[in-house]
C-alpha cells in the first residue's frame, strides 16, 4: 500500500491575544497538538471524537484550508505546507469537501448547474454535459440542475455536495460529518452512494465523525481523538473488538445500540465531568482529569505516572497503538 | 399494566398556513403509567415532538387547530381546561425539557434564579427557601459547585451542565410526568450517557413516568419499556420495545432497522435504506402515507387508510394492510 497522504506532527495552535495598543499573545487554544498519521491510496480513514477535540482542524489542515502552525503535510509524496498559492490551486483538484450542513455549504442564489459549473470554471476546464453526468452518478435528475438548493431535500443537497465534491475527479475526499445532519432513512442512501463512488472513482476518504455506528461500517481504519491527541488508532473491527485506552472504551460503551437484550446487558462506563478546556490542557495524559481507570484502578504511584509523563501513541502488546501507559484490551460489544 | 397516568386521546393538532393545513398530528393516541418509560420516534417532520407539545399546552393557537382529541391527565382533559387550571398542572406535575438548554434557559437571569423560580410560582415559599432549593436540586443532578453555579449565568455552563439545570428545573416540583423532547441530541455520547444515567436514577427514586422524544433507535432500546413509531403524524406501530425491535409489523419500522449501522457488530453488507424521503406534512400520500416508499405495497395501500390494529396481543399495534407479511421478515435487531 503506498501512502496517499502522510501527516507528520501536525499542530494547531490559535493564540489568544490581549491588549489594545501592545498586542501580545497569552496562552494558545491548542486544538490540535502533534498528530501523526498516514492515508492509503483507496480505504477510508476515520477520524472520530467528541466536539472540540480537534478532528475537523485536522481535517482542514490536511486540504490546508487553514495553515497548521506546523508539521507536515505530504500529498502524493509532495509537501503541500510548503506549497504556493499556485500549487496549492493546482492540489486543490486533487483533494475536495463535503461538509455536515449541505444548507449552509451550498450557495443559496445560485442553480445546481451554477454550483457544479463552479469547479470547471475555477480551473479553466471544459464542463460540456458534465452536469449532467454528475447529477446521474449522485442519483439525481438531469432536470435538478435548474433548481436552487432550497428546493431540495437535506438527503438531496448532500448528493449536489457529493457532485461537487467529484466534479474534478480528485483522489482524495474529506468528508467532515457528511451524514450526521442527515434523518436515518436517508443516512443509509448517502452512506451507500459514498461507498459506490469510492469503488467507482477510487477515491481515498478521510472522515470525519462523532457516530461510531457509521464509523464502524464504512471505515477501514479509526483514529481517536482527545482534546487536541490521538489517543487510538487500529483497524476498524480491531478497535471496537479490542479497545485499549480507556477514553476509546467508554466511547464504545456509551453508545447505545439498537437491540434491547443487548442493551440490558451491557456495562456503561461513564467518564464524570466535562472536557477541560483546550487553552490549559492537563499535564501528562490529558484524559487522566476524567478517566476511570485513573480514579478507580491505578495506585497512587501509578497516577503519578500519568500526571507527568504524556503516554506515547505506541503499540503495548494489544496489537495496534494506544496513548495509554496502563492500556489494556477489553470487549465492550 | 398499571393505570395510566397521562394519555393522549385521537389527538389531531392542524396547523393552517399559507401554502396548505400540516397535519402534525393526525389521530395519535398514547399513554404513559407511573414508573414507565414511553419512547416516541420518528424521523424530522413526523410530529413526533407534537403531541409532547400539547400536553403542555406549547402549541400556538393560531395557526394551530385542535381538530379532535382529549389528554387525559389524572381524568381531566387538559385541553378542554382553562388556563388556571392548566399552568396548576404545567411545570409542577407534568414538566418538560428540550433539546437545546440555551434556548429554553433565559440568558439574562441566574440559572439559580430561574430555578427558583418554577418553585415560587407553583408553592407559597420565601424567596431565601427557594433559592436553597435550588442549590439543592443543582446539586442533585451532578453539578459539581451548586452553591457557585447557582449564582452564574447559562452561558457560563457547558452543554452538558446547561442540560442538567435544565433537568434540575423540570424535577423541581417532583413532577409525575417528565416529557423529554430529544434530550441529549445536542450533546456529546459520553455526556449523553451521564445524563441518562442521571434520568433513570430520578426515575428510578420518584416513580416518574417519563416521554422519550428522539430519533435515535439506539438510545430507545436502552432506556424505553415500550416505543410508538410515528410516521407523517400517524403511529405506524406501538409496542413494548422486544416486540417492536424483535418483531416489527410494520414496514417503516423494519426499513428503519434495516437502514441502521451498527457498532455492535461486524459490517456484513451494504446497508440497506429506505427508499425515497419522508412526506411533506402538507401533501400526505393517500392511503397509507408510507406506501411510495414501502416494498410491500400494493393497491389497497395506495387507496385505504389503514387503521392501527393490535398484532399478535392487545398491546402491539401496527397500522398496515400487510402486517402479516411484514412479520415473516427477520429483524435485524435479533441476533
Known amino acids: 500500500m503506498t501512502a496517499l497522504v502522510e501527516v507528520e506532527n501536525l499542530v494547531k495552535h490559535y493564540p489568544i491575544r490581549s491588549g489594545i495598543v501592545f498586542k501580545h499573545d497569552v496562552g494558545a487554544v491548542k486544538a490540535v497538538d502533534g498528530i501523526s498519521f498516514e492515508l492509503a491510496a483507496g480505504e477510508t480513514f476515520a477520524i472520530v471524537g467528541e466536539s472540540g477535540c480537534g478532528k475537523s482542524t485536522t481535517a482542514r489542515c490536511v486540504l490546508r484550508l487553514i ?45 445546481v448547474r451554477g454550483i457544479l459549473r463552479e469547479p470547471f470554471r475555477i480551473h479553466g476546464l471544459e464542463e460540456d454535459g458534465k452536469v ?41 475526499i474529506v468528508c467532515d460529518e457528511p451524514v450526521s445532519a442527515l434523518d436515518v432513512s436517508i443516512r443509509a442512501q448517502v452512506l451507500n452512494l459514498l461507498e459506490d463512488l469510492q469503488k467507482q472513482l477510487g477515491l481515498t476518504y478521510l472522515f470525519i465523525a462523532h457516530d461510531l455506528s457509521v464509523v464502524r461500517h464504512i471505515a477501514n481504519r479509526v483514529a481517536v481523538m482527545y482534546l487536541g491527541t490521538m489517543v487510538e488508532t ?54 487522566r482529569t476524567r478517566c476511570p481507570k485513573f480514579a478507580n484502578e491505578l495506585s497512587e504511584a501509578e497516577r503519578q505516572r500519568c500526571v507527568d509523563e504524556p503516554p506515547a501513541l505506541v503499540d503495548r502488546g494489544e496489537g495496534h497503538p494506544t496513548a495509554c501507559h496502563y492500556s489494556e484490551a477489553r470487549t465492550l460489544v | 399494566m398499571t393505570e395510566p397516568l397521562l394519555s393522549v386521546e385521537d389527538l389531531r393538532v392542524h396547523f393552517h398556513t399559507d ?30 415532538s407534537v403531541s409532547a407539545l400539547a400536553v403542555m399546552g406549547l402549541v400556538p393557537v393560531p395557526p394551530a387547530r385542535y381538530e379532535s382529541g382529549r389528554i387525559l391527565f389524572k381524568g381531566r382533559d387538559l385541553i378542554a381546561a382553562d388556563e388556571k387550571e392548566r399552568r396548576a398542572i ?50 442533585e443532578v451532578g453539578i459539581p459547585n451548586p452553591r457557585q453555579r447557582a449564582r452564574e449565568y447559562p452561558h457560563q455552563f457547558s452543554g452538558g451542565m446547561r442540560q442538567r439545570a435544565m433537568i434540575a428545573m423540570a424535577l423541581a416540583l417532583d413532577p409525575l410526568v417528565l416529557l423529554a423532547d430529544e434530550p441529549t441530541t445536542a450533546l456529546d455520547v459520553t455526556v449523553q450517557a451521564q445524563i441518562m444515567d442521571l434520568l433513570i436514577r430520578l426515575q428510578a427514586d420518584r416513580g416518574t413516568a417519563i416521554v422519550l422524544i428522539t430519533h435515535d433507535l439506539g438510545l430507545v432500546a436502552g432506556h424505553a419499556d415500550r416505543v410508538l413509531v410515528m410516521y407523517a403524524g400517524k403511529v405506524a406501530e406501538l409496542g413494548t420495545i422486544d416486540d417492536v425491535y424483535y418483531r416489527p409489523r410494520h ?44 416494498p410491500f405495497a400494493t393497491d389497497v395501500c395506495r387507496r385505504d387508510v389503514p387503521a392501527l390494529e393490535p398484532k399478535d396481543g392487545p398491546d402491539h399495534l401496527a397500522a398496515c394492510h400487510h402486517a402479516d407479511q411484514v412479520e415473516l421478515q427477520q429483524s435485524p435487531a435479533a441476533s
Open chain 1, 234 to 287: 487500529a483497524a476498524t473491527d480491531d478497535l471496537f473488538e479490542r479497545p485499549s485506552h480507556p477514553y476509546t472504551q467508554a466511547l464504545i460503551s456509551a453508545v447505545p445500540v439498537p437491540d434491547p437484550n443487548r442493551e440490558r446487558s451491557r456495562r456503561r462506563i461513564l467518564v464524570s465531568g466535562d472536557v477541560p478546556s483546550p487553552v490549559n490542557p492537563p499535564s501528562g495524559c490529558r484524559f
Open chain 1, 132 to 172: 449532467e453526468d454528475l447529477l446521474e452518478m449522485v442519483g439525481l435528475l438531469p432536470e435538478h440542475a435548474s433548481r436552487y438548493p432550497h428546493e431540495f431535500s437535506g438527503g438531496q443537497r448532500q448528493r449536489v455536495g457529493i457532485a461537487r465534491a467529484i466534479a474534478l475527479n480528485p483522489k482524495l
Open chain 1, 67 to 111: 495553515e497548521p502552525t506546523s508539521g507536515t503535510v505530504r500529498f502524493d509524496g509532495e509537501d503541500i505546507t510548503a506549497a504556493g498559492t499556485a500549487r496549492l490551486r493546482e492540489l486543490r483538484r486533487e483533494m475536495q469537501m463535503i461538509f455536515q450542513d449541505p444548507f449552509a455549504s451550498l450557495n443559496p442564489r445560485m442553480t
Open chain 2, 251 to 294: 414496514p417503516y419500522t423494519l426499513g428503519l432497522l434495516n437502514s441502521l449501522a451498527r457498532m455492535d457488530q461486524r459490517r456484513t453488507d451494504r446497508l440497506r435504506p429506505i427508499i425515497g424521503q419522508p412526506p411533506s406534512l402538507i401533501r400526505v400520500p393517500p392511503g397509507c402515507a408510507f406506501h411510495p416508499r414501502c
Open chain 2, 90 to 139: 404545567r411545570g409542577k406535575e407534568i414538566s418538560m425539557i428540550f433539546q437545546d438548554p440555551l434556548t429554553a434557559l433565559n440568558p439574562v437571569f441566574r440559572v439559580g434564579h430561574q430555578i427558583a423560580e418554577v418553585i415560587q410560582a407553583h408553592e407559597k415559599i420565601g424567596r431565601i427557601p427557594a433559592r436553597a432549593k435550588a442549590v439543592e436540586l443543582l446539586g
Open chain 2, 19 to 48: 401554502a396548505g393545513v400540516v397535519k402534525a398530528v393526525d389521530g395519535v393516541s398514547w399513554s404513559v403509567a407511573p414508573g414507565e418509560t414511553l419512547g416516541i420516534v420518528g424521523e424530522s417532520g413526523s410530529g413526533k
